[in-house]
């Protein structure tokens, strides 16, 4: 009992670094399982290769997937083991990750096929930003 308290203790004291692990998990096991989704097309049926394939091709690969799911293991690991120095830096490495998926999307938004993914996933950059100001992620 006691060491569930110490955890649930060590997760409310990062919350919010918490929370983008979570993401990064939920994000990553989405994108293993829609392999090439921005790629088909049924999604986007036509757009300029040139732009679009250098950071959408690879953001909806298996490879960079695992690599969200690895860094959000790696974050929630650094958030239980009090290591804030790691978790910060595992948390900055998720927030280029992010930036990266919020810009693939944005490349779909300017060719005309408006999917408002890209503007939630700004929105979560602008919060994970603003999150070390406060408390450095505490609450």
Request: hydrophobic share 50%; aromatic share 16%; charged share 15%.
């Amino acid at each position: 009992m006691h060491l569930i308290k110490q955890v649930y203790k060590r997760i409310e004291s990062r919350y919010y670094y918490s929370c983008i692990a979570l993401f990064d998990f939920l994000l990553g096991i989405y994108g293993l399982f829609h392999i090439n989704y921005l790629d088909d097309p049924r999604i986007t049926p036509f757009h300029n290769k040139d732009a679009f394939s250098a950071v959408a091709g690879m953001t909806d690969d298996w490879w960079f997937n695992l690599m969200v799911i690895g860094l959000g293991f790696a974050l929630l690991i650094s958030v239980l083991a009090n290591k804030h120095k790691s978790s910060s830096l595992f948390f900055m490495i998720s927030i280029f990750f992010l930036i990266l998926i919020s810009f693939a999307f944005s490349i779909r938004t300017i060719e005309q096929h408006y999917n408002i993914t890209w503007l939630i996933s700004l929105i979560l950059v602008l919060i994970a930003i603003h999150t070390p100001r406060e408390d450095g992620g505490k609450k």
